[in-house]
């Protein structure tokens, strides 16, 4: 499998919008005018996190992104995500979603996630995280292949997540 991460720019941003109004994007991410604002706000550097489309044997095949926890521990995000600020600065978060559902269970997340990561510890990244919806079974299956482990449940605004770190021996 040949994977690449491109930066989101504006002329992806169709693309995007088409992912998030399916089913299987809707029942774990945002409002879709709300999530394309957050990435029209990273493409033009209103917010520190880092947009990519996955490219898979020159396929875009989905979205991953990482954000900065310090720049989390303030309002709106510190009160929507009080856990945020149980973590040092140093940590990143990791968000994925899946382009089209004929995409999933099929192990693209874990692998995905998996190069991804490792390209965030060659730019020195160590404390890594990731916040599944607690119900989100499919998603927390794929992560913890990609070498993340259960650290516990936490509250937030819209309901219940499940914090995982990166502790690395990811299975294949």
Known sequence: M?????????QDLQLLRAWMETPHWQEWWGEVDTEIGYIKDMIEGRDSTRPFVFVIDDVPTGYIQYWFLRDAKQPPWSSQSPWVLDFDDETIGVDLGIGEAAHLSIGIGSRVLRAF???RVKEGF??????????????????EKAGFVRIREADEQDGSVLLMQWK???TS
């Open 168 to 170: 690395g021996n990811p």
């Open 126 to 143: 160590t404390k890594i995280i990731i916040d599944p919806d607690i119900e989100n079974k499919r998603a927390i299956h794929a992560y």
């Open 117 to 119: 990561v490792a390209q």
């Open 2 to 10: 040949d994977c690449r991460f491109q930066p989101v720019t504006h």
